[in-house]
């Protein structure tokens, strides 16, 4: 993965699509919202000192509307600078979402069903939300930062070159170093902290365990040493982490100190002692003020960096992950070029099915294959793989649906080598519906139109009477509009009866179905069945092909064969 190493998160930005208008305009939004405190600050010391001298009250009247102005505005550009910000970071996790999916279903399909279910979901969800967490917490607020220095900078040089000087260096401290040593923390946790909190776990989970064994063995006292020097490398890791963190906080409040008081001395040694109003000094008392009480708003903007940096860090890491996925659905592959219509028969002789070598499902070095079979799955058939757990069954379901390459052996579809087919037409006319399918944060009938964005609630009230569902659906507070996510997750029963109603709404002849009815009591998931393999049943069309991978066949089905399933190696395959 050389593409993954070069600049990550440059590339995974990419993905968010975002608007540099939008992005422009949240930057301007922080400008005015922290320009607005600047000028709070800025205004408040003149007037302080100004008062000081006691002028007139309506010498003061336009300062004191100015400041309140300045009050309100600043809360009013935050919030205005919190709707543009979030709206870009939304609309951009959105099109990296779409985009993502996009070069999913688009690349190699091996790419998506050669990891686990739970990463594949945390690189859509999480690692995305990620990316878009750096658009709020890093992009937005570096630019914001960079453009308040400047201003800050430049105000002050106005006044004294000198104290502009020292504020500019309390500023790179603040606003660079700061947030150097808080990435520095937070990688220092990530990588060695991570490391030796493992295996301290490891040497204490061994101690304890094999400490009969280990006793015997006369090794018990090596293993507890082992432990306790593996706890005490994590404790100066976590110390190391803890010292980065420390220095991290402490920038800021020093930079500001350090500022604060530079210019307080630079002031009083161009004014003198004299601070009476009538003093002859160089610098007035106002810009006295203004030199001492304008550093402490400059570096608002700097305040949130070290946060940025910590974004910065964890998305890099998600950006990598999402890249690895992208670049294995983009590594080149032969796609076919041959229409097929769905019409004829899926033909297997001698099909081996397994996982590359390598893959994060095939677990190991070496690929692991089933052994040798030949079917034909021609239209209305009904046939039914069995086999132990891990002999393959799903494997080869990928392989029929032209999901996975055959390992050997050959693949025919309508007399066409399944390789050469359009891959859009191998999804129309063969569809491979996955034990665990996922459920989305949607209602019933959305659930449902997954397979099929036309499904009508007509017919999506059939299908759900047809696989048992109809009293559930009638008993939830909305009905098929209802979300079946969060409080009201649906049982291991039901989310397999919602999955096999989605497959029933497929329009391709060829329905490959893996363990449709695990989680159901054996009664049901023998009825269910039965009705699968049954072509009068209606619960299937009878023109329509089915393969049902299962563990438990019913007695009394109209399976036309059943096939065991074996691997040709003795080892454990993603089932």
Known sequence: MARVERAPLRRALALLDLERGAVVRSVLAGVATLGSALALAALSAWLIMRAWEMPPVLDLTVAVTAVRALGISRGLFRYLERLSTHDTALRGTTAARANLYRRLADGDPAAALGIRRGDLLARTGADVDELGDVVVRAVIPIAVAAVMA??????????????????????VLSGVVAPWMSARAAQVADDAGVRSRAAYSDAATTALDHAAELRVAGRLGDAVALAGRAQAQATRDRDRGATWSALAAAATPLAIGASVIGALLVGLGLYGTDL???????????????LVLLPLSAFEATAVLPDAARTLGRARGSARRILALLDDADRPRSVGHEPWDGHGTLEARGLRSGWPAGSETAGTAEPRTTDPLDLDVAPGSRIVLTGPSGAGKTTVLMTLAGLLPPVAGTLTAGGRDVATIVPDDMRRAVAFFAEDAHLFDTSVLENLRVVRGDVTTHEAREVLRRVGLADWVDALPDGLDTTISGARAVSGGQRRRLLLARALLSRAPILLL??????????????????????????????????????QLPPGTDADRVIEVRPAVAAHSAE
Do not use: K, N, Q, W
Request: proline content about 7%; glycine content about 10%; charged content about 15%.
């Open 276 to 290: 009476s109003p009538t003093g002859s000094g160089a610098m007035s008392p106002m810009a006295l003020g203004i």
């Open 150 to 171: 400047v201003l800050a900078v430049g105000g002050i040089a106005l006044i004294s070159p000198v104290v502009a000087l020292i504020l500019a260096v309390a500023l």
């Open 514 to 551: 893996d363990e449709p009815t695990e989680h159901l009591d054996a009664a049901d998931g023998a009825d269910v069945l039965r009705r699968l393999l049954a072509r009068d049943a209606g619960l299937v069309g009878p023109e329509r092909a089915v393969v049902v991978v299962t563990h």
